[in-house]
Every structure is written in C-alpha cells, then in structure tokens.
C-alpha cells in the first residue's frame, strides 16, 4: 500500500488566504498633520554638520556621501511618523572654487498640502544643497 503526501503542493485554502486585503477609503483629502518643514530644516543642517564639517572635496567620496546623507536624513525625518506623506530626498555636493551653480526643480504638486524642505551648507573645500520633498498621498 502506498501513500501520496500533498504538504508541499498549495491547497484552495492556501491560495484564498494570500489574497491582498482590500482596505476601505478614508475620504480624507487632505492631510491631518501637515508637514514640519522647520524640524525637518533642523535634521537637514544637522546630518550636513555632522558628515561634511571636516571633509575636503573628493569626488568619489562625495558621490558615496550623497547616497549617505540621503538615507539617514530620509530615516530621519520617517521617524517623525508623518502620516501619508510620500518624501523624496535629494543632496547636491560639489566643489568650492569661487564657481557659481544654478540648481533648479520641478514639481507637479498642490501648495496646500505639499512642500519642500531646504538647506545649504558650506565648508572651506565644498559645499552642499539637501532638498526634502514631501508629497501628500490621497
């Protein structure tokens, strides 16, 4: 006598339970807490301080730096737990040479509930532009 196990094939009852579950609109069009944008300036000069005080302009380290800031001050301001609020984190860092630069945006957005956090900071060799853009999510 032989027997046949079906543990490792899904069963109907499996598959019924990964479904996605389906949540309910909230209506709410706009948001109950708006955005700090004066906390969020404060992260931004904080984490530029800290990384950036002491370091010379090299431009491989700078490349690495930006993809550094960006994630800490992305962790940073997702601990404010600011809610429905999608973010997009932008650092520029380039070299002080007595150049000027033009660095400018675009965005498709309403005034009322979104908005852009910025800061600039300077050494003696670089300098570096941190942009927080947050999007309210309907």
């Not at 005080?53 to 737990?81: D, F, G, H, N």
């Amino acid at each position: 006598m032989s027997t046949v196990s079906y543990m490792d094939e899904p069963s109907q009852r499996d598959q019924v339970s990964r479904l996605a579950v389906q949540m309910e609109n909230t209506y709410q069009l706009g948001p109950t807490k708006h955005f700090p944008v004066v906390t969020v300036n404060h992260i931004l000069k904080d984490v530029l301080t800290n990384y950036l005080q002491e370091e010379e302009y090299e431009p491989e380290l700078c490349r690495q730096m930006t993809k550094t800031i960006s994630e800490v001050i992305k962790a940073r301001v997702k601990e404010l737990m600011i809610p429905r609020y999608k973010l997009i984190v932008i650092i520029h860092i380039g070299q002080l040479n007595g150049q000027s630069i033009l660095i400018g945006s675009r965005c498709l957005w309403d005034p009322k509930s979104d908005t852009v956090s910025s800061y600039v900071f300077r050494n003696s060799s670089l300098f570096a532009l941190a942009n927080v853009y947050a999007v309210y999510f309907e």
